[in-house]
């Protein structure tokens, strides 16, 4: 059976980071979904179509990574797409007080699905997508922190 992990989250933007995260996942899983999650009432600063469409450049010689936007509980997408596993990047003791409560409840909302952690790699670990916004929204130059290039 083939093991297929989802990578959810807000990405916005999809980082280095985040990047880093799904290649070594790609060493556990034989696939990984990147699931951006998007309410349409809420507000992003970077536009989800134009964001899947980043991360999917970033991947095109990769056939196992599929990009996908959804808006809906993260447990129900995974029993959709017969996903056993959410895939997650831990930098701090603050991530992981979150990422403890939300693994607690998926775990409770579908009983097949267990979250794997993988601790950020040490380079990675000082990007947050809330700080590269806001490098971006005065100006700043943040193609270094992506894994694409902006369009
Ligand atoms: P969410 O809104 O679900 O927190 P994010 O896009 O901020 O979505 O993050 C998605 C996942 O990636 C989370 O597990 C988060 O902890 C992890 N993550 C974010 N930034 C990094 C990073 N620099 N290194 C490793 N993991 C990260």
Known sequence: MNKI??????????TNGHHDIVCRGLDI?????????????????????????S?????????????MIYDQLTAE????????????GLRNTTDFEYE??????????NQELETVFLITSPQY?????????EVHKYGGDIKNF?????S
């Open 29 to 53: 899983f034989d696939e990984v979904v990147i699931a951006i999650g998007h309410n349409s009432q809420k507000i992003r600063y970077f536009q989800v179509v134009q964001m899947k469409q």
């Open 100 to 109: 403890n409560s939300i693994s607690q409840v998926n775990r409770y909302l």
């Open 146 to 150: 992506l894994p694409y290039q902006l």
């Open 5 to 14: 992990a989802i990578f959810p989250g807000s990405f916005d933007p999809y």
């Open 77 to 88: 997408l995974a029993k959709d797409y017969g996903a056993n596993y959410l895939l997650r």
């Open 125 to 133: 670990a000082s990007i947050s997508s809330s700080i590269i916004r």
């Open 55 to 67: 991360i999917e450049s970033a991947f095109t010689n990769e056939p196992r990574v599929t990009v």
